[in-house]
């Protein structure tokens, strides 16, 4: 790729990510701070291209939406490494690779010869990462999950929803986020490590774990008080009493939620007297010590008094009115966006945050985040689309020496 | 104060963040060895520091199990910004630090005089992450972030709650906090690595609205492509039935199934000795099993209420069935998984006893993650820090303390 990569952080890094929708996101993070990130796929494509919402909604292994948002500035070939030829190629770039990332099911590499020693013995220094579901070792481990089974199992799931039906989970998958995301950090600790000592080491992800290394206060909550954190819906809990948090406006939904004390009374103050500007606070309203309300104390009396008009007022404006008031005033109100919103969202647009990333194949421009971290020193962009079926195959092959002729019989074989 | 070994061994990072972002990205550092110093004052203390659960109930700066729970590994340098005299110390730290870390609403940091421009001049090749919930410039940047706001306004309530009924929050309250600091903390090890190479340090600049949206691009894309918004679906997924959470025995016990394959339709059936199903025309495949999902529904609710959610699980996963348990937090507490991957630290603290800190969500087989010390009582390492890390003499020191500067 040449001189492209001097332009990013980890110029010079190579990986090889073998994983499934599971481990997407942590190639994606390491391929935008400049890691030449090298997608392997089964020849055919990889299974998760199957994954809906498609371009057009036409469903097609070059249309699936999901792989396009996860694998930009990611090149892409196909490698069947269950094939002896497969994994003797594998071997060869393992040569020039930083990092594998993988998330087949705990054993399964050590079952082809391919695990962490034999890497290491090719590529002294070799990181290998590898995300599944439950992590490596434990009682777990060989479970059957979906993100559905891996939220509950992670203590998400259970807050989720209204008290009074099953909990919910948030449809879009989130699981296999936190667990990319984690990797990627993982992956860079053994990196930094490595240029340190030369050492090279496997970084253990868990998707459970990932997702239930954020449980707020859930947790110290438990082990204190004895209390297990339930849902509450579209309110808030609290000991006395549960605020609302979800409230209608003309053409949607805002959200607010009562913050007690110092850190709260700005957005109070403001909000009164916003309210008032327009004849909508109330004599209760107005004469409340914000400064002093202590949300863990404050009676559900209280709270219905402070609602009501707070209700009225959100009811009487649009989304839109809501936003800018919000921002005019700098306090932490907003309406629920929609995809429609967040495009043409004015912080986003001064941020410049959306990027069009050329896709020929489907003569069209899609948008993209630019950046997830703007750097002073260097640019962490999106500057290409997520790989076709085998399209880098002839160059990255080419480069451990393959030629044509080789890949024509390759692709025969059905090992590319 | 015992030096410490790990992979960031001797990097130093000044942390002027609070609440969750700032610290749980650092938290990725003093777990691995670096030298993290909390700048903090009681004069306005950390929001976590003043949040239940307390130890016993009892409010106090270093008895909350919120903050606490999150904190292990980081030295705490209490230091009043307002203090005229402060800003010199602080810029000390600074010259002693790799990091200056900052999650504060934009403005806070350079009115103190530690922008960025001012903290190349103390240290040049110095490097400052920034997390604000928006960024430093545009119409929302002055607005303060919390959590639960910046996912609303991030889109994601769109994917949570049933066809009849309105959007609702993710029941973790600052469920966005956690997805930030892996970007952060991602950035910062490359940026670490590339001034080790370059003698070039940087500015970063995360925004927490910004890499929230990583967590919902596909409904976005979709958006693009055919101008749907998202709907809200309950448990219900496109491409699985049974797919969902059903009732167990136990008050609010709840279990999950998920059913892809006719394979594991019928070893469900089996599993719930309904071996009558399997070839049933309603249900023996994907699109018949969607049609009458309802019904599904009902049928395994009425055999899972029969049990206890541990008892479904062992049985569908026997059956090699995806299905687990709707962990709670006193579940999560006691999960076997988690605890053989040391999620959970008992470490001693002066004011909560043995109490639970968090460890890491991820394992290093060479290098692991290290439970090195409780969290820091408010100014705990005022004086190492002062005389060990910036050379104060004792004099010197004391001086300080008598001007009131480390409250």
Redesign the interface.
Known sequence: MGNIWKEF??NGCRALDLTDENGF?CGK??AD??VDLIKVERPGGDPSRRR??????VPHPEKS??W???NSNKRGITLNIEADDGQRILKELVKTADFIIESSPPGFMDSLGLG?STLNSIKKGIILTSITP??Q?????D????D???M???????????PN????????P?AC??AG??????T??????R??TG?G??????M???A??????????????G????????F?WS?NSTQR??W?CQDG?V???M?G???GA??FHELVSWMDGEGMANEYLRSIDWENLDM?KVSQDVVDQISRPIEKFFFSHTKKEIARG??ER??????????????ND???E??N?WVEIEHPELNTR????RE???????V?ATRFRAPLIGEHNEEIYGEIGLSKKDLAALKQAGII | MEARSGVFSGIKIAGFGWAIVGPLTMKYFADYGATVIRVETSKRPCTLRISAPYKDDKPGLDRSGYFNHFSANMLSLALNMEHPQALEVARRLVAESDVVMDNFTPGVMEGWGLGYEELKKVKPDIIMLRQSGFGPWGPYAQQPAFGMILAAMAGLPNFIGWPDGGPLPVGVSAYTDCISPRFAAAALIAALDYRNKTGKGQLLDLSQFETTLYFIMPAILEYISSGREPARVGNSHPHAAPYGVYPCKGDDRWCTIAVFSDEQWASLCQVMGRTEYIDDLRFSTLLSRKQNEDEINELISGWTINFAPEEVMDKMQSAGVPAGVVKNAADIYDDPQLRQHNLFWPLNHPDMGLFTHLGQGFELSKTPAQAHMPSPRLGEHTEYVCTEILGMTDKEFVELVGAGIFE
């Open positions: 952080v980890l996101l993070i390491l701070l400049g809906g919402p498609f371009w057009a909604d939406l999901y396009f948002a996860y962490y439950f992590g070792v434990g009682p777990y481990k479970y059957q999950t979906s559905i089974v891996t509950g199992m992670s203590g998400i799931l259970y807050q989720t929803g209204d039906r099953p909990p919910v989970n948030i449809s879009i989130q986020l936190h995301a984690d990797a990627a950090v993982g860079m600790i053994a990196y930094y490590h240029e340190m050492e080491q496997q970084v253990d992800i868990s459970q774990q990932s239930a290394w954020f449980l707020a206060n859930a947790v110290p909550l438990w082990e204190l008080s209390v297990i954190l339930k849902r509450a819906g579209a808030r000991v948090q979800v209608q939904y959200f607010f939620f913050v004390g110092r850190a700005k957005t863990f919000a921002a700098s306090i932490s109100i907003c309406p629920l966006s929609s995809m429609a919103d967040l495009l004015a912080q986003l001064s941020r945050f899609i948008t993209y985040p997830f971290v703007k750097s002073s020193e260097k962490c």
